[in-house]
C-alpha cells in the first residue's frame, strides 16, 4: 500500500449556504498534484494588492491581487472593525473604513498565500449654490432666495429647504 502525504493550508474560500454568499476560512485538503512533495519544497507565493483610498463617488472600489504563482487570487472585504467572519466579494462603494484580502491556494509549486491591505472611502464634499434678487431693495414684498446642492453623484438626492426667520 502506498502512503501519500497531502498538504493542509488555511486558505480563504467562499462558499454558498442558504442562497447567501458568506466567506469561511477552513482547512481544505489539497488532492490532486504531486502530494509526495513535502512544504519545504514548495516555492513561497507573494500576492502583491493595489488599493487606492477614494472620495465617494458611489462607484465600488477598484482592487487588483496578483500572486507570484501566476494564480488568481480570490479577493474578500469587509469593514475594518468587522469581525472576518464577515468577508463579502462584493466590493464596497459607501463611506468607511475597509480591509481588503487576496488569497491563493497551494498548487504542484507555489505555497498558498494570504495578504490584507486597508483603505478608505471619504465622504464626498457637496455644496450649496445660492440664487437672490440682484438687488434685496425693500419694497414691501417678500424676498426668498432659492438654493441648489451640487456636486452630488449620479443617483445620490439632497432636499434643501429654505427657512425663514419670520
Known sequence: METKKINVKKIMLFVLSFALLIPCFFILTACGGDNNKNEQELKDNEISITVSNKV????????????????????????????????????????????????????????????TANFSIT???????????????????????????????DGDACEVQIILNQ
Open 123 to 153: 465622504a464626498k464634499e457637496v455644496g450649496l449654490t445660492w440664487t437672490a434678487p440682484a438687488n434685496l431693495v425693500y419694497d414691501g414684498q417678500a424676498k426668498v432666495p432659492t438654493v441648489e446642492a451640487t456636486g452630488l453623484v
Open 56 to 115: 465617494y463617488d458611489g462607484q465600488a472600489i477598484a482592487v487588483t491581487a496578483t500572486a507570484t504563482s501566476g494564480q488568481t487570487p480570490i479577493i474578500g472585504y469587509k469593514l475594518a472593525n468587522a469581525d472576518d467572519s464577515t468577508y463579502t466579494q462584493t466590493a464596497p462603494q459607501n463611506v468607511g473604513e475597509y480591509v481588503v484580502m487576496a488569497g491563493v491556494e497551494a498548487n504542484d509549486e507555489f505555497k498558498s498565500a494570504t495578504k
